[in-house]
């Protein structure tokens, strides 16, 4: 019995900690969830619909060693920091307004050779309409 007990409580911890994003960033409208690995969404709690979370991480890396992703991605503060393998950083400063975001890049430790970095891509729930673009 006891160890159920334990069981449960250490499976509800896990729980806890694996529901609840890493990074979290109130845009006022909707809150961007980031999570360790740079997957993001968008929460607009209460909502009936459920965002999906992006298909690539938030920031990506062109290079000759192939298309690096986040190996983590963490927050302090107004600072956003993604780590890359070969030890390989980007670091950007993040200020959030009503309904948007912007990344500013102050930070670039990439391969010498880098053709492109890619930030952002956000899902949109499966039958949502398309009515513009943004850039």
Not at 50 to 65: A, M, R
Request: hydrophobic share 40%.
């Amino acid at each position: 019995m006891r160890q159920g007990v334990i069981r449960f409580a250490m499976l509800a911890l896990l729980g806890s900690y694996f529901a609840h994003p890493d990074t979290a960033i109130d845009l006022g409208t909707a809150r961007l969830l980031i999570d360790s690995k740079g997957y993001a969404t968008l929460d607009f709690s209460p909502a009936d619909v459920k965002w999906p979370k992006s298909d690539q991480p938030i920031v990506g890396i062109d290079s000759p060693e192939g298309y690096l992703t986040p190996e983590s991605v963490t927050r302090n503060g107004d600072t956003l920091l993604a780590n890359f393998a070969g030890g390989h950083s980007c670091t950007f400063s993040v200020k959030a307004g009503d309904g948007f975001a912007v990344f500013d890049l102050i930070q670039l430790d990439a391969p010498k050779e880098t053709t492109r970095m890619n930030l952002f891509s956000l899902a949109v729930p499966r039958d949502a309409e398309i009515m513009s673009n943004v850039n």
